[in-house]
């Protein structure tokens, strides 16, 4: 019997636990640090790009895919998410999860930087929430052992092979191998759309077993966040919907910044509010839906509806104040296009990993895709290698990835205090970077160390100070600005054949 430990409760973990599950050879364990429910996954609102009509094509959505990336993703990654997609969205369905229709047929929705209305939608504006849903149901029905509420403190390693993880409490789960479906890590930001589990546990614990982070500079600011409460998200499907950015007087600033406009790349959007706040004395920007009618609005967005009006607005008759807030780690640990991290028996998936699919910018609603497409072959590649005798390791360094440069481990002394880093990453390591303050994070980050790693807040601390510092590594690294990595003292290179970052702890 071959035994896979998944830990993560998201897309990525329930599609790869329900992959596992169809094996009679092979037990699985899912593991999550909070409820099963928890995760980034479940606040998913926009919906899943995947072609599934006959006048879209695969090859239109790896163009949107690769011009999105800004001239960083890898071209193989791309083409299995976007020629592998359809049939994992019909496992999806086959699993309960309920996309919207209209005549029985996919409802399909319009965003940013897709050039066709290939975006599937559940409950309106939870499509998150459909998803977690129906693979949960999916889970539980197949009587898949899930251990909620157990945080992952560590991997555990016998002769540089991964053998199991081990818990808070020091107990250990043994494996033949490890699945990291760990998610994000918004928390190393004051102002995100992320979740609070999204720490970044599984990037540090893989980075402390020896493995490889990638792309680790590229984090994407959502635009429109509600500036206001825990920063709810307003998706980007509100804006393809015809939803309007104005500045202060009411005027429709990102037409001045950008030929689309509102619908213009992320970070492009992401940093034009953030110009026009900064003009604007750091008052945020609005939102103007009035157009669209209070029906439609409540029709189409529920959930965002509702949260709107929780905080005492009604966006049918005023404009919404929004601003930026940290989103999608494009970054993580690195894999190959089967999910294998440089460390044998240890693998990742989902927003944890890097396989470069998102090169310097994710396009919107990939990542969901993502979590179902490689959820699948991060599975057949663990248990083809346990079987086989084979395990190995998955990513040598090659033209595409640079060598790895090295962080410290942690050594600092002064006392930790998780909203002094996220709002020195915030300054440091936001929407807009430079060399001075780059070197200067970096220099504070290695003065602090969380000294009594006992429980989930200080395991927690421990994780976002070791991401925190291999992202400003990296940051530093690339000198030039591209897709969401932008250097106010570097213009956007025109290096057609860029190379990824890499960065390991020493
Ligand atoms: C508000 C919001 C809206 C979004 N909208 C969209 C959208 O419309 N379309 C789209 O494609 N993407 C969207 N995204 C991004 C997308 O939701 C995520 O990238 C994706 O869900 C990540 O899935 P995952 O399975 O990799 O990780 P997650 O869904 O984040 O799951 C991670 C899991 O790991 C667990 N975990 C973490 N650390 C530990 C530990 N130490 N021990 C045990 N368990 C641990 C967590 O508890 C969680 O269960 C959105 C994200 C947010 C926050």
Not at 220 to 235: E, K, R, V, Y
Not at 338 to 367: F, I, K, M, Q
């Amino acid at each position: 019997m071959t035994r896979l430990l998944i830990i993560g409760s998201g897309v990525a973990g329930l599609t790869a636990a329900l992959e596992a599950n169809e094996r009679p050879e092979v037990s699985v364990t899912v593991v999550t640090k909070s409820a099963i429910d928890k995760s980034n996954t479940a606040w998913a609102q926009g919906g899943v790009a995947v072609v599934t009509d006959p006048a879209d094509s695969v090859q239109s959505h790896i163009d949107d895919t690769l011009i999105a990336g800004a001239g960083l993703s890898s071209l193989e990654s791309v083409t299995v998410l976007c020629a592998e997609g359809p049939a994992a969205i019909f496992d999806m369905v086959d699993d309960g999860v309920e996309f919207d229709r209209i005549d029985g047929e996919f409802a399909k929705g319009l965003e940013a930087a897709h050039s066709f209305s290939r975006i599937l939608h559940g409950g309106g504006d939870a499509t998150g929430a459909a998803i977690a849903n129906g693979l949960i149901g999916a889970v539980r029905e197949a009587g898949i052992e899930v251990l909620e509420n157990t945080f992952v403190a560590d991997l555990v390693l016998a002769d540089g092979v991964v053998t199991g993880a081990r818990l808070l409490d020091g107990s250990v789960l043994d494996a033949d191998a490890v699945i990291l479906a760990t998610g994000g890590a918004g928390q190393v930001f004051p102002y995100t759309t992320n979740p609070s589990v999204a720490t970044g546990d599984g990037i540090a614990l893989a980075l402390r077993a020896g493995a490889v982070g990638a792309d680790l500079e590229f984090y994407q600011f959502h635009p429109t966040s509600m500036a206001f409460g825990h920063n709810p998200l307003i998706s980007e499907a509100v804006r393809g919907e015809g939803g309007h950015l104005v500045d202060e007087n009411g005027h429709r600033f990102m037409k001045d910044v950008h030929e689309l406009a509102e619908l213009a790349p992320r970070d492009i959007v992401a940093r034009g509010i953030a110009d026009q706040m900064r003009k604007q004395a750091g008052a945020p920007v609005r939102l103007d839906v009035r157009h669209l009618g209070a029906e439609f609005l409540a029709k189409r967005f529920p959930t965002i509806d509702r949260t709107v009006k929780a905080h005492g607005m009604d966006w049918a008759h005023e404009p919404v104040p929004v601003s930026p807030a940290a989103h999608y780690f494009m970054g993580g640990i690195r894999v190959d296009i089967d999910g294998r991290t440089s460390v044998p028996g240890l693998y990742a998936v989902g927003e944890v990993a890097c396989n470069g699919l998102h090169g310097a910018n994710r396009l919107a609603s990939n990542s969901l895709l993502e979590g179902a497409v490689y959820g699948h072959r991060v599975v057949a590649a663990a248990v083809s290698d346990v079987q086989t005798g084979a395990v190995r390791a998955g990513n040598p360094v090659d033209e595409h990835w640079a060598a790895p440069t090295a962080i410290a481990a942690e050594a600092g002394t002064e006392q930790f205090v998780r909203a002094d880093l996220q709002q020195l990453m915030w300054e440091s390591v936001g929407l807009s970077r430079n060399e001075t303050d780059l070197e200067a994070a970096a220099k504070t980050l290695a003065t602090w160390h969380v000294p009594d790693v006992s429980d989930i807040k200080s395991a927690e601390d421990a994780n976002l100070l070791t991401v925190a510092r291999a992202m400003v590594q990296s940051a530093l690294w690339r000198r030039e600005s591209r897709g969401a990595h932008w250097r106010s003292d570097a213009q956007p290179s025109d290096d057609v054949s860029p190379t990824h970052s890499t960065v390991v702890v020493a």
